[in-house]
């Protein structure tokens, strides 16, 4: 579908093969992760007019499950790559969104609308979410569109929460697993072998990326921030190729374990955990690199604790979101923040927003408040859900901020 | 032209190097620029232009001009400001430092005791507190979602009032009854003031006003960090009475008088960074030479 791909989304194209062919150019490992990229919703737009089955999908937990039934996940978070200042447009004028919508929002639809005009072959979508409204609205514009949408409800375990209140919402999740099931397959029975390959397949991933962060640790400086970004959203959605991603990893691993540490590296680099949404204006990445940060901690997919391997597989999904950092309540990613910033020694953390995304705004002041009593300071950025370069404030706020841990 | 000595914070004197080193802020509506060499501080002022480079060369020329310093006797050059990212100096050692820190250190020379700084420019506003021990920063806060509580805002202000930005300040003192300005958008504000107009009330209670609700938003700013005294008030805003006086009301504070303009802060902090660059240079390459001679 590049026949739709703003100018703006070339650009950011050209930078990520830019951190490819140049930033990059000593790690094989993450010059292929950066062609997965590249290639991923194109790729996937050609196996879907072959006759895959691929969907637009906003749901991590979803992931598992989807590739066990054969079909592709086209993550929303990989949309944000590919649509510009278009998609706002077509959101804020043809679909009447207020301007202050949330970018991601906007963003989405509008570029689901440009796919729509250009025959996109993924016509399918499945959010998450009764709970967030601007997004509620989207599925509706979408559903006007001819899209065929499905959203699940929230499971949301508040603190506390445990026993047989637990269990309840367990078996809840569950059955909200087999009606997204109905939905992608046409039938309620889930494939429970295949399921379990694919738990087994996210727990190797997991273990690799926990290996990957602690050599990180050797090693600051062999992945840039982008790299990092890349890396932590695929180990979501695999961008649609679940050995090649796998291929990624594994290679990341022997490539970090046969380097020699780099002490003057170690001392030089400020360790980072970058937390929130991931922007697409790299400019920010970049910045941190050019100042010597180095995103060693970084919270968004989880991948501390493994799926339970000896439970029914469903049962399994539902209970690693319940008792992930996914699981609601901002707190569970705090919790996970505070474990990074001990193993790593953060000296600072970027707390990263979409604008017009209220729950995030209230979640990254929590942070901040609670972090800084503890003495960890952090910045707190606001930025597009949509390709576009930073403005020259936020690449100010950013330099200061590491000029200020330095 | 000044001695340095008369300027300089008296505790940090020692620190001051012989090094020749120049200080370039390009802030988005003016460049500023500090040189200190053979014991004196030099300062220079010009519009910024389209071409940053352009801006930056001129004020360099206008203090090489000053100074009688020959170009190639600079040791070391820190560009800073919205300007800041596309300088090069050729074979002149150079770097980038941010306006944060720049503004932190220079403020901190000027005067050792500051924690707490409020840094209004053309485009965007800080608030920062400072390390007294050091001048490093220690916590930012940056307007730049609106052009309320900026300079960009008191310029439009000041021409809807036919007075120039420098007449709008001082006719703010003269205000008696200050107006009820309540709009935080620049862009409803200009309607609010072309009403006031209309009304009859005073371009000083206009100015007044229009200063107040400003202050106000930077007042939010500082709130957020904490104000602790000393606090120095920097920025190409800096040198605005009507300001200083809005800010020193909502504040409840006074703002530490320093013995240099302040909206040559950042300059300052930069040229003070170029020569601990150059310090450091020099130090290295000692090293280096005696590294090789063993």
């Known amino acids: 579908m590049s026949t739709v791909l703003t100018s703006e989304a070339q650009e950011q194209l050209n930078h990520i093969r830019y951190s490819r062919d140049t930033v990059h150019a000593h790690s094989p490992a993450i010059q292929k992760l950066f062609n997965l990229v590249i290639d991923y919703v194109d790729d996937a737009e050609k196996a879907g ?13 979803a992931m598992p499950l989807i590739y066990s039934t054969g079909a592709i996940p086209v993550a929303f978070s990989e949309m944000g790559r590919i649509s510009g200042q278009e998609a706002i447009t077509v959101s804020e004028d043809y679909y009447q969104m207020p301007a202050e919508t949330c970018s991601m929002v906007k963003a989405t639809a509008g570029e689901w609308h440009l796919r ?3 025959g996109t072959s993924i016509t399918r979508i499945f959010g998450s979410s009764s709970g967030c409204e601007p997004y509620n609205l989207a599925w509706e514009v979408m559903k006007k569109e001819g899209f065929d949408v499905y959203t ?13 209140r637990y269990e309840e919402l367990v078996r809840y999740f569950i059955d909200e697993i087999h009606d997204f099931n109905e939905w992608l397959t046409g039938s309620r029975e889930i494939d429970k072998d295949s399921l379990h390959r694919e738990i087994v397949r996210k727990n190797h991933l997991m273990r690799r990326m926990r290996e990957i962060m602690d050599l990180r640790l050797k090693h600051p400086f062999h992945v840039k921030s982008l790299g990092i970004m890349y890396l932590m959203n695929g180990l979501t959605h695999y961008f649609g190729k679940p050995e090649e991603y796998t291929e990624v990893l594994d290679a990341l691993v022997e490539e970090l374990s046969g380097l020699e540490t780099d002490e003057a590296d170690r001392r030089r680099a400020i360790p980072l955990i970058w937390t929130g949404g991931n922007g697409q204006e790299f400019g920010i990445y970049e910045t941190i690199d050019n100042a010597g940060g180095s995103l060693l901690g970084f919270v968004s997919s989880p991948y501390a604790k493994d799926f339970g391997e000896d439970i029914d597989p469903v049962e399994s999904v ?5 008792e992930s950092q996914m699981a609601g309540a ?3 990613r705090r919790h996970v923040i505070e474990q990074q910033v001990d193993r790593i020694q953060a000296r600072g953390l970027i707390l990263y927003g979409y604008l017009g995304c209220s729950f995030g705004s209230v979640t990254r002041e929590m942070y901040r408040d609670y972090f800084h009593n503890k003495g960890i300071p952090s910045i707190n950025l606001e930025g597009t859900f949509q390709v576009g370069a930073p403005s020259g404030q936020l690449l100010t706020r950013i330099k200061a901020f590491i000029e200020m841990l330095s | 032209m000044s001695e340095w000595k008369e300027i300089i914070d008296p505790d940090l004197q020692s620190t001051v190097t012989g090094d020749i080193a120049v200080g370039l802020d390009l802030g988005s509506r003016t460049g500023k620029g500090v040189l200190l060499a053979g014991g004196k501080l030099y300062t220079a002022i010009t519009p910024t232009g389209v071409y940053m480079q352009e801006t930056a060369d001129k004020l360099l020329d206008k203090l090489l001009k000053q100074s009688k310093v020959a170009r190639d006797d600079i040791a070391y050059i820190v560009g800073t400001g919205y300007g800041r990212i596309a300088l090069n100096f050729g074979g002149t050692g150079h770097k980038i430092v941010t306006e944060i820190s720049c503004h932190a250190m220079g403020s901190h020379y000027l005067n050792a005791k500051v924690r707490s700084i409020v840094d209004i420019g053309g485009q965007d506003s800080k608030a920062i507190r400072v390390d007294p021990a050091s001048g490093k920063v220690v916590e930012f806060i940056m307007n730049d979602k609106c052009a309320a509580g900026t300079g960009r805002f008191l310029e439009k202000v000041a021409h809807l009032l036919d007075l120039t930005l420098e007449q709008l300040g001082n006719e703010a003192l003269n205000a008696d009854a200050p107006a009820d300005v309540s709009s935080q958008c620049v862009v409803f504000a200009e309607s609010e003031v072309i009403s006031l107009k209309a009304k009859g009330v005073s371009a000083a209670n206009i100015a007044a006003g229009i200063h107040l609700a400003t202050a106000r938003r930077v007042r939010n700013l500082v709130n957020r960090i904490g104000l602790e005294p000393d606090l120095v008030f920097s920025g190409g805003v800096s040198n605005n009475p009507g300001m200083t006086k809005a800010l020193e009301e909502l504040l409840g504070h006074p703002i530490s ?5 302040t909206i040559y802060a950042g300059a300052l902090g930069a040229a003070v960074f170029a020569q601990k660059a150059a310090s450091s240079s020099e130090a290295e390459l000692a090293d280096f030479a005696l590294l090789k001679a063993k």
């Open chain 1, 49 to 61: 007019k072959s006759g895959t089955k691929v969907i637009w999908a906003g749901v991590p937990w």
């Open chain 1, 116 to 118: 729509k005009q250009a």
């Open chain 1, 152 to 164: 699940s409800d929230i499971v949301y375990r508040a603190p506390g929460v445990e026993g047989e």
């Open chain 1, 318 to 322: 539902a209970r690693f979101q319940l």
């Open chain 1, 330 to 332: 901002s707190i569970y």
């Open chain 2, 257 to 261: 008088r320093v013995k240099l303009d």
